[in-house]
């Protein structure tokens, strides 16, 4: 091992050990934070609390060009774990740890770049990704922070990822009659045949979206997540409620979208609102979205950076794009090992992450 990726470790497996799990949204401003604003010397540090867990550090030193962001939450861990996920596991090819992949391992390069270089670096270290809970990016933006482009860290496997879809979630209701059911119904007496009738439509709207594209991406992704309603096989259902996300690509109109869902049946659903919406990267319409694609593209290959496909989770990366700024997304792990029990990242990936900011830094690009 180098000496540079020895300092990752170290500072991983401190991240590790503080307990950031989001859910339940407990994260104060101390803990971690303490642990960050003790090893960013040298740096400028604010640490703002959003509240619900939803924490930013921003650390500055100089005047950089380009900021970086991680998330420090993480998700709750399994019953799958082999391991206490809060104590850093390091094998000969990997790191193992709640966190280690999704993205700590990211943000605990990043300081131990911070300390091997004095050259001009930003920070943005955020706590409400794993919430779908946009507090911390958007309080952020509102202070309207000058830089050229935003590098956001998640998993991709060591590749500037410059596409990815965007993520909605919806929740509707529909509402019948209750009555009892030995008699001939009309179409909309109970509020769970509405259901049922609508799912069918989406899933044919769904269907004939497939021959969609946008920088490798096909289709329209769409789950139904949650239906509930009803009182018993007897009873005719007087209400009738849906949970359903989907996951457009950046070409797509989301706001067409949400009212070609809203409108595919009659009677329309009573209730009928989003409870997240994440748009997709790059942010805005068809001619908007590939100039800031290629402008990110751009960037990527004068980092250096080896550009790799688009993916179809979702990042943060879009609500800078759609604030305007250049944006992709950059960092160690691969997505297969996010969320999982034992949750693991490769030492060669953290490595070279790690050395590529070094180099950034060390030779101003920053």
Known sequence: MNALLDATLKHLAALVSYDTRNPPREIGTG????YLRDNLPGFDVTVTDFGAGAVNLYAVRGTPKYLFNVHLDTVPDSPHWTQNPHELTVTADRAIG????????????????ANATSGDMALLLSTDEEANDAR?????????????????????????????????????RFKGKAGHASGEQKASDSALHQVIRW??????????????RF??????????GKVEGGIKANVIAPTGDVRFGFRPLPSMDA????????TLVEPHPIEYGETFRGDSLPAGDTATAETRRLAARDLADELGIPVGNAVDFWTEAALFSAAGYTSFVYGPGDIAQAHSADEWVALDQLQHYAQTIYGMIDRGQS
């Open 31 to 34: 803990g971690i934070f303490d």
């Open 98 to 113: 709640l966190g280690a992949c999704d993205i700590k391992g990211a943000a605990a390069a990043l300081v131990a770049v």
């Open 199 to 212: 799912g069918a439509a989406a899933l044919d709207f769904v269907a004939a979206q497939s021959h969609e």
């Open 255 to 262: 706001d067409r979208m949400l009212e070609t869902f809203r």
């Open 136 to 172: 911390c990016i958007d309080g952020f933006l509102k202070t309207k922070p000058k830089y050229d482009a935003i590098i956001v860290a998640e998993p991709t496997k060591g590749e500037a990822v410059l596409a990815h879809r965007g993520i909605h979630s919806v929740q509707m």
């Open 215 to 224: 920088g490798g991406l096909t289709g329209l992704r769409f789950n139904i």
